[in-house]
């Protein structure tokens, strides 16, 4: 009989904890789990492929907590190289500022102050701001012939 998903959760999950990177390769959306889940046991993230639009990409300075790789590297091998070439230090600080971030993953309720709703709440407002900024643009520059 096959495994529910929380059993085999239960399997995987206590590995995150002695692991130092924990790949997140895009799936077929972006799949934000896979980075929350790194977040959330301390293992600094990497992006496989190097994305665009991160999730909360206008707060966060992912670059001080995550790695990304170049989307040439496709090898295991070259993964493997890429990671062992992090230097301890380097290794340290970038985990240091994942479990400064984890705040900003975690759900509370009620939401507490820079909590993932408030920043949700923020990226969707700075994305409907965008977008009125750009119909407003588009309205302003219209030439009437």
Same mark, same amino acid.
């Given at each position: 009989?096959p495994r529910?998903? *929380? +059993?085999a /959760?239960a #399997?995987?999950t206590p590995? =995150?904890? *002695?692991? @130092?990177?924990? #790949?997140?390769?895009?799936g077929?959306?972006m799949?934000?789990?896979?980075? %929350? &889940? %790194?977040?959330h =046991?301390g293992?600094?993230? !990497?992006?496989?492929? $190097? #994305? &665009?639009d991160?999730p ?6 992912w ?5 990304k790789l @170049?989307?040439?590297i !496709?090898?295991a091998?070259?993964v +493997?190289e890429?990671l062992?070439?992090?230097?301890d %230090?380097? =290794? @340290?600080a970038?985990q /240091? /500022?994942t479990?400064k971030v984890q705040?900003?993953?975690?759900? /509370?309720s009620?939401?507490l102050r =820079? &909590? ?7 990226q969707?407002?700075?994305?409907y701001?965008d977008r009125h900024r *750009?119909?407003? #643009? %588009?309205?302003?520059?219209?030439? $009437?012939?």
């Amino acid at each position: 009989m096959p495994r529910k998903r *929380t +059993e085999a /959760n239960a #399997l995987w999950t206590p590995s =995150y904890y *002695t692991t @130092k990177f924990c #790949l997140c390769p895009r799936g077929s959306q972006m799949d934000l789990a896979r980075i %929350a &889940d %790194a977040i959330h =046991y301390g293992c600094v993230p !990497v992006i496989w492929p $190097d #994305l &665009d639009d991160l999730p909360l990409s206008r707060i966060l300075r992912w670059e001080l907590f995550s790695l990304k790789l @170049k989307k040439d590297i !496709v090898h295991a091998i070259e993964v +493997e190289e890429f990671l062992q070439s992090i230097s301890d %230090a380097e =290794y @340290k600080a970038r985990q /240091n /500022n994942t479990v400064k971030v984890q705040m900003h993953f975690h759900w /509370n309720s009620p939401p507490l102050r =820079y &909590d993932a709703f408030h920043c949700i709440m923020l990226q969707l407002f700075e994305r409907y701001m965008d977008r009125h900024r *750009t119909f407003e #643009l %588009a309205k302003a520059t219209k030439i $009437d012939w």
